[in-house]
């Protein structure tokens, strides 16, 4: 009964910026952790950023300085704002959220992933 919709993958150069959006919708009743996730040809799917409902956030090494993950809790959205990006930035990326969904008076807690959006870094 939920959905990630994620979107503002592109192709972009080395140096440039983009920015990620994740929209969650469906009978929810609340959203706990979000989180950014990638994935390159033959590698491991790595976290890339996460941030809990009361806003703490966590990054990867490689990416310390020039991304920025945030939420809109009205909006149900997460937002992972790239900058001075490089080729090795390149990869799908994938939203990813902790979701109370909504059942009546109850709730049961599920696990979502986005559908992910390619990004591409030229040199």
């Known amino acids: 009964q939920v959905q990630l919709v994620e979107s503002g993958g592109g192709l972009v150069q080395s140096g440039g910026s983009l920015r990620l959006s994740c929209a969650a919708s469906?009978?929810?009743?609340?959203?706990?952790?979000m989180g950014w996730y990638r994935q390159a040809p033959q590698k491991q799917r790595e976290l890339v950023a996460a941030i809990t409902s009361g806003g703490k956030t966590d990054y990867a090494d490689s990416v310390k300085g020039r991304f920025t993950i945030s939420r809109d809790n009205v909006k149900n959205t997460v937002y992972l704002q790239m900058d001075s990006l490089k080729p090795e930035d390149t990869a799908v990326y994938y939203c990813?959220?902790?979701?109370?969904?909504?059942?009546?008076?109850?709730?049961?807690?599920?696990?979502?992933w986005g559908q992910g959006t390619q990004v591409t870094v030229s040199s």
């Open positions: 990813n959220a902790d979701v109370r969904v909504n059942s009546g008076s109850y709730y049961y807690s599920r696990n979502y």
């Open positions: 469906g009978s929810i009743f609340n959203i706990d952790d």
